[in-house]
């Protein structure tokens, strides 16, 4: 089975400030890897998909990037709506969200 | 505007059997060909997909709750329909449904989900 290992867990960061979330495959996906934003009480929002592919109407700050076992999401400026809990997904095999990373205004 | 909403008892007890619908509006399931999915995500905790299911019948589950889970869709209703057996209090969740990108495979990212219910197991 493959695992997914999202880092931080965490994060404090202003508005303004370029952030990066990632990810780590147990084995290679070959980009097959999305990425969701989660505020409170709602679902989640599909932001990116194949490691770097924006979804439709999501903000070009939002950006993603790797390959293999390695994947990213960056947020190049931070704004206040932005502030949420972030998850990876991996979907080369029986889908498998990561642990998800927090982040809060600092 | 596709929207998806989920439906059935917020309360099961332990040991009974977990049943929610998903009533798909704004689109067709039978005229498009999308996979359509059951996603749940414990209180406080993180996501975990169960299954997902074509229009046409065929479906993809995930093995750690395979033999507890029916997914099955009702094309003349527009809805799609989970079953969870045998429940404990493990499986307390919010329960998203949703419809994948692009129908390539049973294991797409999900574009559109529902706004989620929550499901208690408790006697």
């Known amino acids: 089975d493959i695992q997914m290992t999202q880092s931080p867990s965490s994060l404090s960061a202003s508005v303004g400030d370029r952030v990066t979330i990632t990810c780590r495959a147990s084995?290679?996906?070959?980009?097959?890897l999305a990425w969701y934003q989660q505020k409170p009480g709602k679902a989640p929002k599909l932001l990116l998909y194949a490691a770097s592919r924006l979804e439709s109407g999501v903000p070009s700050r939002f950006s993603g990037s790797g390959s293999g076992t390695d994947y990213t999401l960056t947020i190049s400026s931070l704004q206040p709506e932005d502030f949420a809990t972030y998850y990876c997904?991996?979907?080369?095999?029986?889908?498998?969200f990561g642990q998800g990373t927090k982040l809060e205004i600092k | 505007q596709l929207q998806l909403q989920e439906s059935g008892p917020g309360l099961v007890k332990p040991s009974e059997t977990l049943s929610l619908t998903c009533t798909v509006s704004g689109g067709s399931i039978s005229s498009s060909s999308y996979y359509w999915g059951w996603i749940r995500q414990p209180p406080g905790k993180g996501l975990e997909w169960i299954g997902s299911i074509y229009y046409s019948g065929s479906t993809y589950y995930n093995p750690s709750l395979k033999s507890r889970v029916t997914i099955s869709v009702d094309t003349s209703k527009n809805q799609f329909s989970l079953k969870l057996s045998s429940v404990t209090a493990a499986d307390t969740a919010v329960y998203y449904c949703?419809?994948?990108?692009?129908?390539?495979?049973?294991?797409?990212?999900?574009?559109?989900w529902g706004q989620g219910t929550l499901v208690t197991v408790s006697s």
């Open positions: 997904q991996q979907y080369y095999s029986t889908p498998l």
């Open positions: 949703a419809r994948d990108l692009s129908g390539y495979s049973g294991y797409e990212p999900y574009g559109y």
């Open positions: 084995q290679g996906i070959s980009n097959s």
